[in-house]
């Protein structure tokens, strides 16, 4: 645990980067870090309501994570789907057996009455986490994928079509009218430092500033925002990050993150194989902190985090 930032961090995650990142920063700030995790991702299947990011945020940071897909848990096993497909149910989407458990208590648990930010709440405190993982919205958004076929909904788009089709625009529906749940706003606000995690921009952090009032509340506060880049050498680590940004015409670098995060960041990290990029990047009013951004377990999300902190620390900002 570091003795800094003692009013906490408020960390902006989606997916699988976001939360290996957040990993690193619970190892170090433990409650006093508040993840703030895209939740344009949900979705019901079979009866079921299924928050993608927020589970793999939580999975992660209880580190029953399964490591090779980085969604879903550990050690799995697949009962469950084995009986829906002989029964010929759909079984595009993978529910393991243990994540299954997951799914059905928050449609117990919302059934009753909580809210996706207790449900989730009551979910991190039985897995023993002590970090605040929070839904960046409890009224309902959902992303969709504009398409030459179409609007998708991003799970179609995501998992059963396999990115397989380009798109032209992305659609965050509900966003405008969500409203930023208290916790959220109380993060925010106590927060020494605001930190975009290495998550996809366009489907995982877009659709957390569409909330409300998110983005006036984060320029709000008058602390040090900075962002990793999830593109490293021109492509993403995981997901279809480049992919989206050469189909919506941009050159998949961390330029681009830059220029798409404008406005919005005071700082930058980018990985080593970019330092070629730092002083275009500078030119566009960003600080610049080079270093290895590559995650591949809890050691490098911890290394990657100090970093990430200490260079947030070091920038000036307001007065
Ligand atoms: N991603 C896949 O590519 N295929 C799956 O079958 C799949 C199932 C799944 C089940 C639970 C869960 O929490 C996540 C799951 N994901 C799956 C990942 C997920 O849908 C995406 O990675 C995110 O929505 C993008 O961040």
Known sequence: MIAALAGGVAALAGGVGGARLSRGLARL???RLSVIVNTGDDFEHLGLPISPDLDTVTYTLAGCANPETGWGVANESWNFMAQLRELGGPDWFLLGDRDLATHVLRREWLGQGDSLTQVTARLCQRHGIASRILPMSDDIVRTRVQTAEGLLDFQDYFVRRRCDVAISGLQFDGAREARVPAMVTEAIT??????????????????ILAVGDMQARLLAVEVPRVAVSPIIGGAAVKGP????MREL??????????????????GLVIDRADA???DAIAATGLAVRITDTLMRGPE???????????????LRVGG
């Open 29 to 31: 700030l433990g409650d």
């Open 190 to 207: 106590a927060a020494e430092a605001i930190i975009v995690c290495p998550s996809n921009p366009y489907v995982s952090i877009d659709p």
């Open 241 to 244: 990050a480049a992919k989206m």
């Open 249 to 266: 015409g941009h050159a998949p670098s961390s330029l681009t993150v830059a220029e798409k995060y404008h406005g919005l960041l005071h």
């Open 276 to 278: 070629a990029l730092a």
């Open 300 to 314: 490098d999300s911890e290394r990657l985090a100090a970093e990430v902190i200490a260079f947030a620390r070091s």
